[in-house]
């Protein structure tokens, strides 16, 4: 693989239930990203990671969790998935934190019903 | 905090034609950097072009450039010769520089452009 995989593509998810979105980059990027997108509001970050062993939150960290247990992989757990985290959530990287490009992920449709 | 702003929400354009799409930002910031991201069907996030603010010279990228206007901060989107493939949805973005925690992306709202054949 090249780049930064997401995985589910999709899933649709009864509310209450716990749920872990997978991201992970092969390209050895130190920073790591998880969004979401919704309708009419662009995309808000949820929690960064700038290296390994370290993570801190972003503008919508509630009801999110994050990981970074080594450098390629960043899972974004919901441990009680509720409708409104209802979205598209996107993984992202780059090479360090201070580095201007960032990657994206192909994103994670989420419906919690 | 910083902030982005599309104004317009939809725009469009005739094939072959040229348009621009419009970015304010509001930051209190001298060092960082901006973006022109687009997002097809497909749902993956295409950086577009990218502009650092110490750089006075407007970036370009093929038939993509952008009007930097730093003093006003506003950073537009100039498609020439629109395509039919040019028909998504796009996103500018800020990122500060150096000095922070984090060096997330804020991004606007978004403006979807419509190519008319």
């Known amino acids: 693989i090249a780049g930064i995989t997401q995985a589910p593509t999709s899933q649709i998810l009864a509310a209450g239930r716990r749920m872990t979105l997978r991201c992970t980059q092969d390209m050895r990027h130190n920073a790591m990203y998880w969004y979401r997108q919704d309708l009419g509001l662009g995309l808000r970050l949820i929690h960064y990671s700038n290296t390994a062993g370290t993570t801190g939150k972003g503008e919508v960290p509630d009801g999110y969790s994050v990981s970074r247990a080594n450098t390629d992989d960043f899972p974004l757990t919901l441990a009680s998935a509720v409708p409104s985290q209802t979205s598209v959530y996107f993984c992202a990287s780059r090479m360090d934190r201070e580095a201007p490009q960032q990657f994206f992920g192909p994103g994670t449709r989420l419906t919690v019903l | 905090a910083q902030t982005v702003t599309q104004s317009q929400p939809e725009m469009s354009v005739q094939e072959a034609e040229t348009v621009t799409l419009s970015c304010t930002y509001d930051?209190?910031?001298?060092?960082?950097?901006l973006f022109w991201y687009k997002q097809p069907p497909s749902r993956q996030m295409i950086l577009v072009i990218r502009?650092?603010?110490?750089?006075?010279q407007n970036a370009t990228e093929n038939r993509f450039s952008v009007n930097f206007q730093k003093a006003a901060k506003s950073f537009s989107l100039k498609i020439s010769d629109s395509q039919l493939g040019d028909a998504v949805m796009y996103f500018c973005?800020?990122?500060?520089?150096?000095?922070?925690?984090?060096?997330?992306?804020?991004f606007g709202k978004g403006t979807l452009l419509t190519v008319n054949p």
């Open positions: 930051t209190s910031e001298s060092d960082y950097y």
């Open positions: 502009q650092e603010a110490y750089k006075q």
């Open positions: 973005a800020y990122r500060r520089g150096s000095g922070g925690s984090n060096y997330k992306l804020t």
